[in-house]
């Protein structure tokens, strides 16, 4: 079992959609968590970070952890073709560990 | 104009040579990083950096080495042992100790080998 499982679509909505986007683990040792965004071609840039359990929102964006589940969320509320682009989640079990990336979900928004 | 920057854009290599990836910072970040992406890979760590002349090999060091003999550069080299180089090179930073993971990315520099 790989240690970040994540469903790489790809995932397309329509404009305006929810999006969820999802991964789970199984190192119950992780207690940081992060979402970035990677546009084609370009280099990651980082969208959410969360500490432990609960919820952290962002203007249109909600990162969700459930440790007891191993399992985090990404929503993205009305969403936009702007949007559309690769979504990484990493997490790591210390402060100066190094992170642990899923492979990525490639999410198409169509106008 | 802080962030990372990272050169060549597109780098071409014969098989058999060495060449050297170059990567930047001017945030002031104690530690960096080199990732390799491939198609459906995800991110893979080549090697880190938490402190000027140390570094630590990460997940897919066989190939490359590194030296960080100033606070704001950390080049990598992919040598000739290297088997399959060609892939999206990508450099990061993080500012220190009790932040290492909010780790910012360069724009990344692809190789392909000919």
């Known amino acids: 079992q790989k240690e970040v499982e994540q469903d790489p679509g790809p995932l397309s909505v329509p404009e305006g959609a929810i999006v969820s986007l999802n991964c789970t683990y199984s190192?119950?040792?992780?207690?940081?968590f992060m979402w970035y965004r990677q546009y084609s071609r370009k280099g990651p840039e980082l969208l959410m970070y969360?500490?432990?359990?609960g919820n952290k929102e962002d203007g249109r964006f909600t990162a969700q952890v459930d440790k007891s589940s191993k399992y985090i969320s990404l929503f993205i509320r009305d969403s936009q073709p702007s949007d559309s682009a690769t979504y990484l989640c990493?997490?790591?079990?210390?402060?100066?560990?190094?992170?642990?990336f899923g492979k990525g979900t490639r999410l198409s928004v169509i106008a | 104009d802080g962030g990372i920057t990272q050169s060549p854009k597109y780098l071409f290599r014969k098989e058999g040579q060495n060449v050297t990836l170059s990567c930047e910072q001017n945030l002031n970040h104690d530690a960096m990083y080199w990732y390799r992406q491939d198609p459906g890979q995800g991110l893979r760590l080549i090697y880190y950096s938490q402190i000027v002349n140390d570094f630590q090999k990460g997940d897919i060091a066989e190939g490359y080495s590194v030296s960080r003999e100033k606070k704001e550069s950390f080049p990598l080299t992919v040598t000739s042992a290297q088997k399959n180089p060609t892939a999206f090179y990508l450099c990061?930073?993080?500012?220190?100790?009790?932040?290492?993971?909010?780790?910012?990315f360069g724009p990344g520099t692809r190789l392909t080998v000919l």
């Open positions: 990061a930073s993080s500012q220190d100790r009790a932040r290492y993971n909010e780790q910012f």
């Open positions: 990493a997490m790591s079990d210390a402060g100066n560990t190094p992170l642990v």
């Open positions: 190192n119950s040792a992780f207690q940081y």
């Open positions: 969360t500490y432990s359990s």
